[in-house]
Every structure is written in C-alpha cells, then in structure tokens.
C-alpha cells in the first residue's frame, strides 16, 4: 500500500470518529443544526471509503483493458463524493423544514458542544494535511476530500456561532435557519466538486503555468530540431499526457531524431515525473512556422 493510499484509509478511521463525536453532540443538544453537522459527517465517511477505493483502483498497473492505465477512477471517487454531498444537502434542508414547522427547544450542554468543537479541530487539521499531501501527490481524490473536509470545517463553526445567537436572543426558529445555511454551503461545495471532477473526466487540458513550463523545457532541449507544434496535454488523476510534432531536418537520421525525443522526454520527466510524454517526429517541409521555437 503506498502512501497515497495509506493518508487514504486514514481518512476513513477519521471520519468515523468525527462522525461518532458530531452524533453524540446532536443527540446531547437536539439541535437540529447539529444534526446537519453530523449529516455531513455521513457524507464524509461515505466520501473517504470511495477515495480509499479509488486511489487503491488508480494505482492498479495498465493492463490489456486498460493500456493507458486506471488513474481515472479518482475523478470517479471525486463525482461520487460530490454527490453524496448534494444528497446530504437535501436531507438537511429536509430537518430544518420540519424544525421550521415544529419548533423546539435546544439544550446546548456544554458537553455536547465540546464534542462538535473536537470533531471540528479533528477535521480542519486532518483536512489541510489532505490538501498538502493531495496536492505534492496530485492526487484529485485527496484533494477532494480535503476541500470537502475544510468546507465541513467551515459549516461547523457557523453552526456554533449560530447556536451561540440562539443562547443569546432566545430565538428558537435561528436554529433550524442556520441548518438550511449549511445546507446551502454543503450543496454549492458538492456542485464545485463535481463540475472540478467532471473536467478531469472530459481530459481537460493542463493548467496554463504547467503548459507554459512544458513549452519552455521542449525549447530548452530540442537542440538539432527545428521547432515543435500540435501541442496537446490533458490530465489523468497523478498522470499528465503531453504529445506533439517534433520537425527535425529531412536528411536527419532516425536514431539522431530519437536521441533528441530522448533528451526531451527525460527533460520533462525530470521536471515532473508524472507525465506521460508522445512525440510524432515530422520533415521540415511539415514546418509550421508557429508553436514552439527551438532555443
């Protein structure tokens, strides 16, 4: 198991006593505002289990299949997360209707409180080493993972604020308010996440600095060619795929022409050695004139 997968199955452990933690404080309380909390925190562990799964999937080797390899499933996990989150959504905008209709009272012991505030530190410190570790790893479904952890941080301490206005005014109907508020918050992160996910799906291109650092690498190490064009790059979960034309002089040998592929592939490997690198090696007379000028 690798690390990636280890920071995985550590979110699943997590997310279980976050969710123990969340539960207790709603039933000590009542609030409907903490039942959304620990909603979300449903959601979490439903959420860790399909990133543990995906990243152990996406590490799986290319086979007959699957000959450009499995890193796609973390894109799944992530689509999968964020709508889990939609569905929590719904159910907690559900509860706060009820509350709406049937106000009660809520009794917010001190320690069902501090339960929530424990769960919360839980999930910001575990949520920002997701993010850490998700991003040195280019990893979408830990990276998803954290955001929706820090966006249930977030929910957490409006919930405790609001529940703090209800002590302090009396108004019992702020409760099942600041429920809907977190739902609200829950559902914009889940629509966030899928449209995120779904572009890794549709190969989306590589952000414009990493193509800009692949193009200046090409030009530093494409001595003997004349330029490259057709640029294409697009992102599969750790993976990126990079191809272009290589123009090289018409009477170039065919082992001179691969040793400057070579040197540009271990140049761009060096760089980032999550890429997949094609490169379709053309005549002068295919010259362009536009693209990528060798230095």
């Not at 697009?234 to 272009?244: E, I, Q, Y």
């Amino acid at each position: 198991m690798d690390r990636v997968a280890k920071i995985a199955l550590g979110s699943i452990v997590v997310g279980l006593v976050v969710l123990a933690l969340k539960t207790a404080a709603w039933l000590l309380t009542g609030s409907v505002a903490l039942f959304s909390d620990a909603a979300e925190s449903v959601v979490n562990v439903a959420a860790a289990v399909a990133a543990f799964v995906a990243v152990r999937l996406s590490a799986t080797p290319p086979d007959r299949n699957h000959p450009y390899g499995h890193h796609k499933a973390e894109y799944v996990s992530a689509v999968i997360e964020g709508a889990l989150i939609i569905i929590a959504a719904a159910a907690i905008i559900n509860e706060a209707w009820g509350a709406f209709r049937n106000p009660r009272e809520v009794d917010l012991t001190p320690i069902g409180v501090g339960a929530n505030l424990a769960a919360t530190a839980i999930n910001a410190a575990w949520g920002l080493l997701l993010l850490n570790r998700g991003r040195a790893s280019r990893s979408p479904a830990l990276i998803a993972d954290g955001k929706h952890l820090m966006a249930d941080v977030v929910s957490s301490v409006g919930v405790l604020a609001g529940l703090g206005a209800v002590v302090a005014t009396g108004f019992v109907w702020l409760d099942p308010a600041i429920a809907a508020l977190v739902a609200v918050n829950v559902l914009w992160s889940g629509v966030q996440l899928v449209r995120a996910s779904v572009g890794g799906l549709m190969d989306e291109a590589a952000p414009a600095e990493t193509l800009d650092r692949i193009k200046a690498t090409i030009a530093r190490n494409a001595d003997g060619a004349i330029e490259a064009h057709d640029l294409r790059t697009r992102h599969a979960g750790r993976l990126t795929f990079v191809d272009f034309h290589l123009v090289v002089a018409g009477d170039m040998h065919v082992s001179a022409a691969h040793d400057i592929c070579d040197r540009i592939e271990r140049a761009l490997q060096a760089e980032d050695g999550e890429i997949v690198v094609t490169i379709h090696v053309e005549p002068e007379e295919k010259a362009k004139h536009a693209g990528i000028v060798v230095l």
